[in-house]
């Protein structure tokens, strides 16, 4: 795997206040803890640019019964995270 980064870190420091990996995770967990998906979790990896903590979210396929429930499980990562202002999007995978 190769990772590029798009933000200049010399002339940006935009990412500089945002709170450490194991903090942003336990704000996340803590946000997601009533969705029933949330302890299927396999991985979350973050991003940080722009000024925001970007999240993917890795979950197994067989946590969603259809298209709809994947869609709909989508959305309810991505509502509980709104609340904290350091997270940008929030993307979720299934494998």
Known sequence: MVH???EDDESSA????????T?????LHAQWQDIAAAPR???????????KVHVEVLLPLRVAESLEQARE??????RAAADLP??????VHFH
């Not at 935009?14 to 990996?21: D, F, I, N, T, V």
């Not at 979790?41 to 000024?51: A, S």
């Not at 499980?73 to 991505?78: G, I, M, Q, V, Y």
């Open 73 to 78: 499980l989508s959305l309810a990562f991505r």
């Open 86 to 91: 350091e997270i940008g999007a929030v993307d």
């Open 4 to 6: 590029i980064d798009p």
């Open 41 to 51: 979790i396999e991985d979350v990896t973050l991003h940080y640019l722009d000024g």
């Open 23 to 27: 903090e942003v995770l336990r704000r």
């Open 14 to 21: 935009a990412c500089s206040k945002l709170p450490e990996r």
